[in-house]
């Protein structure tokens, strides 16, 4: 399975970005999915997460500002970013716990996403 995030780019500050990050491969089912970041010089971090049964956690630097959603069907999920500010400026990477078919029987894999670059600059 390979998570393929999509989205970023060159914003100016107070602008929208919206991130989308879809998984592929043969999935039994997708359970907790979420967005780190990692700015420049920096560790990764945790952005937002969204469980299965929809609930959301937000870091608190971005509450009101990002929202995170999950489309099952396409198996996505999504972050908007929204007042973003040049502290948001990172390479933003999705995440996904799901349950895989493999050749023993079904799995849970962590599997991560290649990250998209975000530059909030004027």
């Known amino acids: 399975v390979q998570l393929q995030a999509s989205g970023g780019g060159l914003v100016q500050p107070g602008g929208s970005l919206r991130l989308s990050c879809a998984a592929a491969?043969?999935?039994?089912?997708?359970?907790?999915m979420g967005w780190y970041r990692q700015p420049p010089g920096n560790q990764r971090e945790l952005v937002a997460l969204i469980t299965s049964g929809g609930s959301t956690n937000y870091a608190d630097f971005v509450k009101g500002r990002f929202t995170i959603s999950r489309d099952d069907a396409k198996n996505t999920v999504y972050l908007q970013m929204n007042s973003l500010k040049p502290d948001d400026t990172a390479v933003y990477y999705c995440?996904?716990?799901?349950?895989?078919?493999?050749?023993?029987?079904?799995?849970?894999?962590?599997?991560w996403g290649q990250g998209t670059l975000v530059t909030v600059s004027s």
């Open positions: 491969g043969t999935i039994i089912s997708l359970h907790e």
């Open positions: 995440n996904a716990v799901m349950t895989q078919v493999g050749p023993y029987g079904p799995y849970e894999y962590d599997a």
